[in-house]
């Protein structure tokens, strides 16, 4: 049981049908799920109206609705279950997280950033979970919808909750924060994500560190401490600042990458083994080593955790191709920073004597687009065998390359496919770096065919 209808009822006090003694065992927006005793909540979207589908949802179980007052309650199902009437049931859905979540009352811990969310949620969970009943954002269900209803699934017995917060534009993540409430957040770094809506790095770091809103000032944030653009963090009480510079609280240092991912020694003379691949993951691994000692989990449990992760699939994922290519699977979301660090991975990787870019269009950068694009190729040296590109703007790339460096862009992803098959050799490894929505996993789905 998450809670009862009673307690709902103080929340939200008109009402119809009231069973107070109802337990709410699930909060769902999909009708077509098995919702026995759910609260079912019809969101209102840009092509659907979740209304339409309320009969199905207490046909399927719903013991209760959060119902926009707009709208007619239908006949038929309003004898069969409990109405909450509400201006807006987006709005309510996340005030009822906002009390669910301080009706349980975990550590909360609110993760965001231009890159390295995702990936250093999942550190900050494996470090957590062997020590605390844990819940936390599952997949990028980060945004105003996701983060309510991951809140809502928690179970009342949670301890700490991890929360990933993604946004496009200004008041997102404040409005996330005010929900969530957290003890704890991480700024991963400060990227050109979104930048296109935002304006510039300064506008990206205004809305990253809105996630101080709805902390108080006994709250603690970790941050990258190279980052000239969070150096004025002063509303909180205490400010962790970690990076590869002397200047920082945690220093990271010694990163040195092997075939099966990379060491790192930080300042507190640990050295840490971690199967991951690129400084930017050494800097995540110590936003998750340092979140394991505000909670006071034993550095030598945190030590043998960071050995042993499980990987999110789709984040610099290093798997075997045909005739035994070594094929990066980075095919889950890009921005120039985290571009430009994939490659240098590349680079530095020992053990291959071919090394193949397959790099695509790097989405929602507005009108600095073809800039951002070209100074992709100032990152690729001698040290690249060859460079495809596919996409609008990821031909950028390729035009920018010097000329001693091969470039070739293809307007399709079969002819750009056909090529990469003179590479399937032992020896070679290809990186395939995108935005999401270029689907660059489907370049890998068709390698694997081959074999």
Same mark, same amino acid.
């Given at each position: ?43 209102? &979207? ?13 046909? @399927?179980?719903?013991?209760?609705? $959060? ?70 954002? %599952? ?26 917060? &993604? ?34 790095? *300064? ?23 190279? *980052?000239? #653009? ?21 220093? =990271?240092?010694?990163?040195?990458? *092997? ?35 505000? $909670? ?32 990066? @699977? ?15 991975? =590349?680079?530095?990787?020992? &053990? ?34 060859? =460079? %495809? ?21 293809? %307007? ?18 290809? #990186?395939?770096?995108?935005?999401? &929505? ?8 068709? #390698?694997?065919?081959?074999?």
């Amino acid at each position: 049981m998450l809670f009862t209808l009673k307690w709902m009822s103080h929340i939200f006090t008109n009402h119809m049908g009231l069973n107070e003694s109802q337990d709410i065992k699930q909060v769902v927006t999909d009708s077509r799920m098995d919702t026995k005793n759910a609260l079912f909540i019809p969101i209102i &979207g840009d092509r659907f109206n979740g209304h339409d589908f309320a009969e199905q949802a207490v046909h @399927n179980g719903a013991v209760a609705l $959060l119902w926009d007052k707009r709208y007619k309650v239908p006949e038929n199902i309003g004898d069969k279950t409990t109405i909450f009437l509400v201006d807006d049931t987006t709005v309510a859905m996340q005030e009822l997280a906002g009390k669910y979540r301080d009706k349980v009352n975990p550590v909360v811990i609110g993760i965001t950033g231009s890159n390295g969310k995702t990936t250093t949620k999942d550190l900050v969970r494996q470090v957590v979970q062997p020590s605390f009943r844990t819940h936390y954002t %599952y997949g990028n269900l980060n945004n105003h919808i996701g983060l309510p209803l991951t809140i809502l699934d928690m179970d009342p017995t949670t301890q700490v909750l991890i929360l990933e917060m &993604g946004m496009n534009r200004f008041g997102e993540i404040e409005r996330l924060s005010k929900i969530a409430k957290p003890d704890y957040a991480i700024i991963t770094n400060i990227g050109e994500s979104h930048i296109e809506f935002l304006g510039s790095r *300064e506008g990206i770091a205004q809305a990253k560190l809105e996630i101080l809103s709805g902390m108080n000032r006994d709250a603690t944030i970790l941050i990258d401490g190279d *980052e000239p #653009l969070l150096k004025d963090i002063d509303n909180v009480s205490r400010v962790i600042r970690c990076g590869f510079h002397d200047h920082n609280d945690v220093v =990271v240092s010694q990163p040195v990458l *092997e075939a099966w991912g990379m060491h790192f020694t930080l300042s507190n003379g640990h050295i840490y083994q971690i199967p991951l691949l690129g400084k930017h993951n050494a800097l995540n691994a110590t936003f998750a080593i340092m979140m394991g000692e505000c $909670l006071d989990i034993d550095d030598k449990q945190i030590i043998h955790t960071l050995k042993t992760l499980e990987q999110t699939t789709m984040r610099f994922e290093l798997e075997s191709g045909p005739n035994g290519v070594a094929l990066i @699977n980075d095919a889950y979301n890009a921005s120039p920073t985290s571009m430009k660090a994939a490659i240098d991975v =590349v680079k530095q990787l020992p &053990g291959y004597t071919d090394k193949v870019l397959v790099l695509g269009d790097i989405l929602e950068l507005g009108d600095d687009s073809e800039f951002f694009h070209q100074s992709i190729a100032e990152v690729i040296d001698d040290d690249i065998t060859a =460079v %495809y590109t596919y996409g609008d703007y990821a031909k950028n790339i390729t035009d920018s390359l010097a000329e001693n460096t091969k470039g070739t862009h293809f %307007y399709s992803k079969e002819a750009l496919v056909k090529a990469l098959q003179d590479h399937l050799t032992k020896g070679t490894i290809i #990186l395939f770096k995108a935005s999401r &929505g270029m689907e660059f996993e489907t370049l890998i789905d068709s #390698l694997h065919r081959l074999d």
